[in-house]
């Protein structure tokens, strides 16, 4: 560990793995003369610092000196020389999330790769390099945020869509009714007009897209709060994630699902029952088969109270819920959940897309589940190690389409709802999902990018310049709730027309008649056993 | 006045939904009989004054959710005794069985016996708010484990039981709350993270009402108060996995 403390000594460098809310993000008040534009060689042996990632390029001409993007660096990247009345800065701290470059009001600074010292070489990705020298100079296990980055194969883009030409007109959305609303739930075996037998609680969707669990911890408390108008307002639901729900988003009763995991964040029975639904984690897809994890960083005291753990702990939420090791404890806490809420609400449980999805599924469906959430291995999180990010999980079109099959097969599709998740970027991702078997789906990283998010994966470190994944005060009023909630408010309108025109153009006046027909998907340079695996026809037949 | 519902012959949800009919109708003194493993019995039950008598065995979750009521268990009890409780007391005359007080919140627990594994992991602490979990008896591995807050209280003394008092993993990853543990613990089964010390003056006053209000609650005679046989074992560290990241 010797490395770190001498990056720590430098006052110019922050070594990430020791910041904590004292941290202004303001310039140094001295600034070395010996350092020119703030590229010096920390040392020969500082690996991970002595090649920045970016080059935070300024056109010094053009800069006005109003110091807003050395303000507004959380990253301690940008610093001011009031000697040579000049702005610098410290490269290798950028992050390349763009704040400043979106800030600057007259457009002078330009963020660029940088890549110099490493030769191009298709078997050693810089990203290795860099993850190999940043390991061996802190021995630790690389974190990160977001979703898994890797150009692995999407499924989602070598599917296309049907549409209706003479023989099957098609529906234009906006003179006759389309209908997108959606319950989620156990449907009852059969009906008889009169006598409907046992109902069970569903919810009511206006629109198939529900918010993804996002815990406040991990995202802002403006974040979460605009989530949950945006939500509120048309018609669907945000997800609390492990987090508990806040005091104040309690009056969001009816638009909210409650998720209760491992670390049983605060759980009790208020909570459970301020809720449309409540959802057990087991999985998620940017980490399938390890637990959550929020780092001490971002336990403040109003995620200290709301989580009921201490200030600055590491909220440790470890991979089995650890009374839960069979189908049939599932089963157990699926119904004491429903003991506790007296069967007024749907139980959803959600799990990564992994090899065995469908016969998961099938259990979790047997075991009492009412809603299944399958998160493919494009899913995000606020934190996670790298390798697992990357390495492990499998596509959600893939295992959505096995788990329908198998449930329609067995003849217990009806007995609960399949919302999928997982790197969920536009309506036609939705349409193609729903069409693979899915009721709905969940959105996350598209919700994070519609309110400012630039996609720098350091959800990890609390730090986040656009106020989405930090609470730390002088950050969080950069995303106020009422913006973030009508910038979700619009993603959602502007998908709505999008998946009403879609249906229109396949000749369907419902998302109902959308939902598992795979006939009107085809694949693209897809191989048999894929479009097998699909469910779904070659393009052209 | 106490009223009786017999649990013969009825499903769980039956069973809990006549408690809840009954307690909503004012009732603070149920009795129930024939209990024969139903499930959930008080889950999720807020009503303060509520006081249940549970005569029979009964079954997993028992607690589970639970925010205020009392509940007696005359025998023993199952798996998942008072999972994510929030408020409340349960007493069990007799032993109970794995994760006993999983993410508990708040309230008190008292098992008269041993216990089985997973007992306390994940328990929960904020301000005044801790919860309490107090064994007479012995219990397994991965005892405490992953605890932020509260109490754990492990005597050794009851259940006719010899051998170790606590197994394999105790502690690991613990990163809140106090266990105290009557009977030795050898440094290997500890977690990392964690220390054992011996008592001091202050644990000892606070300790003291506890153990008498345990052996009152199920009329015991047994001397608990040899103090110099306790270790409190707190974490060193509210990071134990802090430095595992590069980030």
């Known amino acids: 560990m010797g490395n770190t403390t001498t990056l720590s000594d430098n006052p110019r460098v922050s070594n990430p793995a020791n910041t904590n809310g004292s941290k202004s993000g303001l310039p140094p008040a001295t600034s070395p003369k010996s350092d020119l534009m703030g590229l010096q060689s920390l040392r020969p042996d500082d690996h991970f610092h002595s090649y920045p990632e970016y080059f935070v390029e300024r056109r010094h001409e053009e800069c006005i000196r109003c110091l807003v993007c050395v303000r507004q660096c959380p990253y301690d990247c940008t610093y001011y020389d009031p000697d040579r009345d000049v702005v610098y800065n410290v490269h290798q701290n950028c992050v390349n999330c763009k704040r400043c470059v979106a800030m600057c009001p007259t457009h002078c600074i330009r963020i660029e790769r940088f890549d110099s010292g490493f030769r191009d070489n298709g078997h050693w990705g810089t990203h290795l390099v860099r993850g190999l020298r940043k390991q061996a100079d802190t021995g630790g296990v690389l974190l990160t945020g977001l979703g898994n980055d890797l150009p692995y194969p999407s499924y989602f883009d070598r599917i296309v869509l049907d549409a209706s030409q003479v023989t099957n007109p098609s529906i234009d959305p906006l003179r006759e009714p389309m209908e997108l609303r959606t319950y989620l739930g156990r449907k009852p075996e059969s009906y008889r007009p009169g006598s409907p037998g046992e109902v069970f609680p569903n919810i009511l969707c206006e629109i198939p897209v529900l918010f993804a669990p996002m815990s406040f911890g991990a995202i802002s408390y403006n974040f979460q709060h605009g989530l949950a108008l945006a939500a509120q307002e048309m018609g669907t639901y945000f997800n609390t994630g492990e987090g508990g729900l806040h005091p104040d988003f309690r009056k969001f009763r009816d638009s909210v699902i409650v998720q209760v995991a491992s670390g049983r964040f605060g759980v009790d029975p208020d909570y459970l029952l301020s809720s449309a639904a409540c959802e057990i984690k087991i999985g998620q897809g940017a980490k399938p088969g390890i637990g959550g994890h929020l780092p001490g960083e971002k336990v403040n005291a109003e995620i200290s109270r709301t989580r009921m753990i201490p200030v600055g702990t590491d909220a440790l939420s470890p991979a089995p819920q650890h009374d839960i090791y069979s189908i049939e404890d599932l089963r157990l806490l699926i119904y004491a959940i429903k003991e506790a809420t007296e069967y007024t609400r749907p139980v959803s449980v959600k799990i990564a897309a992994v090899h065995n999805t469908a016969a998961i599924v099938s259990g979790i469906v047997r075991a009492g589940a009412d809603i299944v959430v399958i998160d493919g291995f494009r899913g995000g999180t606020g934190a996670a190690p790298m390798i697992i990010r990357d390495h492990v999980g499998i596509p959600v079109e893939v295992a959505l389409a096995q788990a329908d099959q198998r449930l329609r097969e067995e003849g217990i599709r009806h007995q609960a709802s399949i919302i999928a998740a997982g790197g969920i970027r536009n309506s036609a991702d939705v349409v193609k999902a729903i069409a693979l078997g899915a009721d709905a789906v969940y959105i996350a990283t598209s919700a994070m990018i519609a309110v400012g998010c630039t996609l720098c994966q350091q959800c990890h470190r609390g730090l986040c310049a656009w106020g989405i994944t930090t609470n730390r005060p002088d950050l969080l009023p950069r995303l106020p709730a009422d913006q973030a909630a009508g910038r979700l408010t619009g993603l959602l309108r502007g998908w709505q027309h999008e998946i009403q025109e879609m249906l229109g153009l396949m000749g369907l006046n419902s998302i109902e008649s959308l939902r598992g027909n795979r006939l009107k998907l085809r694949g693209v340079g897809l191989t048999q056993l894929e479009l097998q695996t699909l469910g779904i026809r070659q393009a052209g037949l | ?247």
């Open chain 2, 1 to 247: 006045m106490e009223e009786v519902i017999s649990a013969k012959d009825l499903y769980y949800r039956e069973l809990n939904a006549r408690i809840r009919q009954k307690a909503r109708a004012g009732v603070e003194h149920i009795r129930l009989t024939d209990v024969q493993g139903h499930r959930y019995i008080a889950c999720g039950l807020q009503f303060k004054n509520l006081q249940l008598r549970v005569s029979g065995v009964p079954g997993e979750d028992l607690g589970a959710f639970m925010d205020g009521p009392t509940v007696v268990v005359e025998n023993n009890a199952q798996n998942g005794v008072g999972n994510t409780m929030n408020d409340g007391r349960i007493l069990v005359h007799g032993m109970a069985g794995d994760v006993v007080g999983y993410g508990m919140r708040g309230g008190r627990i008292y098992i008269r016996d041993g216990a089985g594994y997973r007992v306390g992991i994940h328990m929960k602490g904020f301000k005044e708010k801790q919860p309490m979990l107090v064994i007479g008896g012995r219990a397994g591995k991965f005892f405490g484990e992953y605890m932020a807050g509260g109490y754990l209280i492990l005597l050794g003394a009851t259940g006719g039981s010899t051998g170790p008092v606590v197994g394999d993993y105790c502690a690991t990853g613990m990163h809140g709350g106090t266990i105290f543990i009557r009977g030795k613990v050898e440094e290997y089964k500890l977690g990392k993270e964690v220390k054992a010390f011996p008592l001091t003056p202050e644990d000892e006053s606070f300790l003291r009402p506890i153990l008498v209000d345990f052996l009152e609650s199920f009329a015991l005679d047994v001397n608990i108060f040899d103090f110099d046989s306790y270790q409190k074992i707190v974490p060193v560290s509210t990071r134990p996995y802090g430095k595992l990241y590069a980030y």
